[in-house]
């Protein structure tokens, strides 16, 4: 429960921000920022990267604050570690939700629930009925605005005095941001809580709020009654640079920003650098009949807010709570459905690259792209890009000080790691593209391996002609030899350049139009484990499935797994048989088609029925016979191909293998079936066969049986059956439809 001591200086504002200066590294991310919130609801506007989210982090003790002052109640927060400061009062919604996906509702309200507070579970429950439905689902199985819903409950069971919301109505479909608007409204007129909302949608924020801020370049411009803002169309042109380009920035802020204060900044004598201009206006662009590029109004204006009346009528909107109707429940969408859209991202080091970069922008840009640059420079030279380094490396686990650490080694490892963590919370995803050497790929290749399968993702590189496994890894990534240096437009890199961007916008127009003339009918998908070895055990269990699966069979060869699992993760699998588990023996006993230690991860986090099996546990897989390690002289070796050599595995190899992935099945949470064919892994573990050994097999059915923790949902099926026989066939599909009955099945859109 919160703190409550600080309620002796009631008459002081609830919330009370003067002169605060935020830096990330060099650049200057809130200038002087001033706010008070006395009680109610108080909304913060502006379009994306003027420094919002800074302004929560910043209240919450999670950056370091060069200037200024945040008082709660009177109280200075400046200094003090966040716990205490969620301690004293506070909540915070972040933006993104950040929900733990493998915890169920409930789970994450108990979590919080202190029992002795105003707000407890039952009241939630109360307060959000669609929660109370949704109890045991975990939180990667919740629509967006069940998630938004689930993250402000977490909030209110703190007992907070102030509620820090930002973005609650991100990426929401319209009826849901009612909902989520009404639920506001709600909550600041019934009870004590006041409010300070960050947010985009003008709509919202000024039907529940009674004064609005408009942030412009990391200040604070005008505080101003909400009514007066949302009935005047012209204001928010003028105040928020509704339609304009980002060239008029200066404008704007010309006529919006006082004079900078002369009190000296206290460093060590060195200027501020200039403000950074973050234009991140989404850009959504079509293209008029006679062919001409044009920018249709954005989130900002009245044609994204107003219903039926297509922006072209000033004044408030009108939306009676009591007329919206319920919305008719759909499951939440895939990863992939919840991530793409239409803005295509040029990434990449725009202090060295920014010429090469600018031209695939332009490219794209005429083709009717909408293109966001993002710079994921580490030099602190002023960005000129949409999405400057420091919005990028404030999403590194220690924040942009991780990043801009001064070591340039250091400093790209962690902007690599604040990119993918940056990209995977983005919405409206059309496609990504790079270019740069092999330091720009392997910043960039990470974050596009985070992304889901589906979504284009190009990256021109000088190290696209070699081996590139290391940075395409599992995902779909098309890697394009930059031929040469990618330093400098001449006749060879503008072809490539331009090829690269004519091939990324070839595959998010086609995606596009895939995308709206998805058949709902389809099959959902079905992932499945195979090996040359367990072939015909695959090929018959298909031939039982395929009438009401997509079935997407993957080579058991590291990759093959990885592949199957990341398909998974990105929520394009609605069940897995993964018969085939050889990988796990590559790892352990130093193969060369191993897995990762993540090996039944995606399992693990999305809880999608599971069928498994011990497919070709019997072999390592080597290349030619002479690269076999010395160790393993006077194994028993049979010589697949003058390219492959299999090793077959010992009791105790297979002990150790069985309780390893014992394990990892007991941390499924999901509908789990492990089926253990008594007579053999694999073609070569059967009578009469190279590789036939009731001893290790039964030292690997034994492992996994005593580790194995049955339950409910989770059983281990014994079967004396071969792993290639039909009757075994038969039994893995009979166990898929246990996990996964057809009545309940999900009809997924197509890749």
């Not at 990267?49 to 109640?73: D, E, H, Q, V, Y």
């Amino acid at each position: 429960m919160a703190d409550r001591t600080n309620r002796r200086n009631a008459n002081a504002p609830i919330l009370q921000v003067k002169g605060l200066h935020v830096y990330y590294g060099q650049s200057h991310a809130l200038q002087g920022v001033d706010l008070t919130l006395d009680a109610g609801v108080h909304a913060v506007v502006g379009r994306n990267g003027m420094g919002k989210t800074t302004l929560c982090n910043a209240i919450m003790g999670m950056l370091p604050i060069r200037r200024g002052s945040i008082r709660f109640r009177g109280e200075e927060l400046v200094g003090v570690p966040s716990f205490k400061i969620a301690q004293k009062g506070i909540g915070y919604t972040p933006q993104g939700r950040r929900l733990w996906p493998s915890l169920t509702v409930h789970e994450h309200l108990k979590l919080f629930d202190s029992g002795s507070g105003s707000w407890s579970v039952d009241r939630v429950y109360e307060t959000f009925p669609r929660l109370a439905e949704r109890r045991n689902n975990g939180g990667a199985q919740l629509s967006g605005g069940e998630q938004q819903m689930l993250a402000i409950a977490r909030a209110l069971l703190q007992d907070p005095q102030l509620l820090v919301l930002d973005e609650p109505t991100e990426g929401l479909a319209p009826v849901i941001v009612d909902q989520v608007e009404k639920l506001l409204a709600t909550l600041a007129a019934e009870s004590d809580v006041a409010v300070l909302l960050i947010e985009q949608n003008i709509a919202v924020a000024t039907s529940i709020s009674e004064d609005v801020g408009i942030m412009v370049n990391g200040r604070i411009s005008r505080t101003m009654p909400a009514k007066e803002l949302a009935a005047d169309r012209a204001l928010q042109e003028r105040l928020l640079g509704v339609g304009r380009h980002s060239h008029d920035d200066a404008d704007m802020v010309a006529e919006l920003t006082p004079p900078p204060a002369t009190e000296a900044e206290p460093t060590s004598g060195e200027a501020s650098p200039e403000p950074v201009s973050e234009d991140l206006t989404p850009m959504a662009t079509a293209m008029k009949p006679n062919k001409q590029v044009y920018v249709p109004p954005t989130r900002w204006s009245g044609a994204a807010w107003r219903e039926g009346t297509g922006g072209s009528e000033p004044g408030p909107p009108s939306r009676p709570f009591d007329s919206v109707p319920e919305p008719v429940y759909r499951e939440p969408p895939t990863r992939l459905e919840a991530l793409e859209g239409d803005a295509v991202y040029v990434v990449g080091t725009f202090d060295t690259k920014g010429r090469e970069l600018g031209f695939i922008r332009d490219r794209l840009k005429a083709m009717g792209l909408a293109a966001r640059t993002v710079d994921l420079s580490t030099s602190g030279k002023p960005s000129s890009a949409d999405i400057p380094p420091h919005v990028v490396a404030a999403y590194h686990r220690r924040g942009a000080a991780g990043v801009f650490t001064g070591d340039r080694g250091e400093s790209v490892r962690a902007m690599a790691e604040a990119f993918e963590a940056w990209l995977v919370r983005q919405r409206g995803i059309g496609g990504l593209i790079s270019a740069g050497g092999s330091g720009g790929t392997a910043l960039v290749t990470p974050g596009m391996r985070a992304l889901p399968i589906g979504i284009p993702k190009v990256m021109i590189s000088t190290v696209a002609s070699g081996d590139v496994g290391q940075y395409v890894g599992p995902a779909d990534i098309m890697m394009m030899y930059s031929v040469t240096d990618v330093q400098g437009l001449n006749r060879i890199s503008r072809t490539v350049l331009a090829n690269g961007a004519n091939a990324l916008a070839g595959m998010v127009s086609e995606r596009r139009k895939r995308r709206d003339a998805a058949n709902e009918g389809d099959k959902p998908g079905l992932g499945l484990t195979m090996f040359g070895v367990t072939t015909t055990a695959v090929q018959q269990v298909v031939s039982l499935v395929e009438d009401r699966y997509d079935c997407l069979v993957f080579h058991a060869t590291g990759t093959g797994g990885q592949s199957m699992e990341k398909l998974a993760d990105s929520g394009m699998l609605t069940a897995a048989l993964d018969l085939t588990t050889t990988e796990v023996c590559d790892m352990m006993m130093g193969g060369v088609f191993a897995a990762t230690e993540d090996r039944f991860g995606a399992f693990i986090r999305t809880r999608i029925p599971y069928v498994g099996s011990v497919g070709a546990l019997d072999m390592v897989n080597f290349g030619p016979r002479a690269t076999v390690p010395e160790k393993y002289q006077g194994r028993t070796f049979v010589e697949h191909n003058p390219q492959v050599t299999l090793m077959r595995t010992t009791p105790d190899e297979n002990r150790r293998m069985g309780e390893w992935i014992a394990g990892r099945l007991n941390q499924m949470t999901g509908p789990v079936r492990f089926l253990i064919p008594q007579g053999g892994v694999s073609a070569l573990d059967a009578p009469g066969q190279p590789f036939h050994s009731p001893e290790a097999d039964k030292a690997l059915f034994d492992a996994i049986a005593a580790t194995f923790r049955e339950t409910v949902d989770r059983k281990l099926i014994r079967l004396p059956y071969h792993i290639n026989d039909p009757a075994f066939a038969q039994a893995a599909a009979d166990a898929l439809e246990d996990v996964h009955p057809m009545k309940r099945t999900q009809r997924h859109a197509a890749i």
